[in-house]
């Protein structure tokens, strides 16, 4: 089985020195080729069809939300041809009357990424990252005036030139870890809200001044007791729930005795191999123990420890 890493893999070339000049940015969005990926309350406008896809408009379809203030922020080229992403959430808040639907179906993007090719995905994150981002940074964070956004969509800078703060898109590193033993078994957990039974990796925030490795150890200690000795990372993925790096490893306990912190978790249990193996097999079936779908990172780090990496 090949690892899939949803929301990795972008074809977009980011242009990050060239996104500074506002002349170059105008030639950009003036250009008849450029794309315009719209997005409606965080969701995606999509061609319906067997495999999804991005529905890319052209700037006159989009000029009018432009024109009212939408944010739009510079993805980067593809082939040498200029994309955007625009917020045209202001338009409407009830989805019946949600604009620009001539043009394809407004759709999550999670769902969305379960669907599409692998590129498409990863604009998706960019673009959701980003204007959500946007939408929650309007005001700057040292003084309380409006910031107004810069860089092509890369920066924001307080309106106030006595403070003049810039202010940078963040991404918020998380651990994901599959605790495993001597025996060849896993640990995976499951919170409250999760769907019936669902299992997966535990997962935490790194804090100031923490290590990958050590945040490993200190989430696992304290989400359910257990010590661990060596950490080896695997790979990471990016999350734009809102905007987070996940970043995947193996977790090698020293201790087996689960002591659950309820606050953290519902239940915590270890799983045999060939019971990781029913469970990332199957995903869909709600009636069966199961991991995550495919585009999350926890199956992937089950699917990577089931080949033996």
């Known amino acids: 089985m090949e690892l899939i890493n949803t929301f990795a893999g972008s ?3 980011r242009m990050g020195n060239e996104r500074r000049n506002e002349d170059w940015l105008r030639r950009q969005m003036d250009d008849p080729n450029t794309g315009f990926l719209p997005l409606w309350q965080l969701r995606a406008l999509m061609m319906p069809g067997e495999n999804l896809r991005i529905s890319w408009c052209q700037k006159q379809e989009v000029m009018p939300f432009i024109m009212e203030g939408a ?12 994309h955007f992403t625009v917020d045209v959430s202001a338009s409407s808040d009830q989805k ?3 604009p620009l639907q001539d043009y394809g179906k407004w759709i999550d993007v999670r769902s969305a990424a379960a669907s599409c090719s692998g590129p498409d995905a990863a604009i998706l994150a960019q673009s959701r990252s980003m204007l959500d981002w946007h939408s929650r940074h309007g005001f700057c964070s040292v003084c309380g005036q409006p910031s107004h956004s810069g860089e092509g969509g890369y920066s924001r800078r307080c309106a106030d030139d006595d403070c003049a703060a810039m202010h940078f898109p963040r991404t918020d590193p998380v651990t994901i870890m599959l605790v495993l033993d001597d025996e060849d078994n896993c640990l995976l957990g499951r919170q409250k809200f999760f769907a019936p039974n669902s299992y997966s990796a535990l997962a935490g925030f790194m804090e100031p001044g923490e290590t990958i490795e050590e945040t ?5 200690f304290e989400e359910v ?5 060596e950490v080896r990372y695997i790979f990471s993925q ?13 977790a090698q306990a020293e201790t087996s005795e689960i002591n659950l912190d309820p606050d953290e978790l519902e239940e915590a249990r270890w799983f045999t191999r060939p019971q990781i193996h029913e469970m990332v097999n199957s995903w869909q079936d709600q009636s069966k123990l199961r991991m995550p779908a495919p585009l999350a990172i926890a199956h992937q780090l089950a699917a990577a420890w089931l080949r033996g990496e």
């Open 96 to 98: 019946a009357n949600a």
């Open 216 to 220: 490993v150890r200190r989430e696992v």
């Open 11 to 13: 074809p977009v070339n």
């Open 71 to 82: 944010t739009v922020v510079f993805l980067g080229q593809i082939n040498g041809i200029p």
């Open 225 to 229: 007791g257990i010590r661990v000795g």
């Open 238 to 250: 990016p999350w734009p729930f809102p905007s987070s790096l996940m970043m995947g490893c193996f």
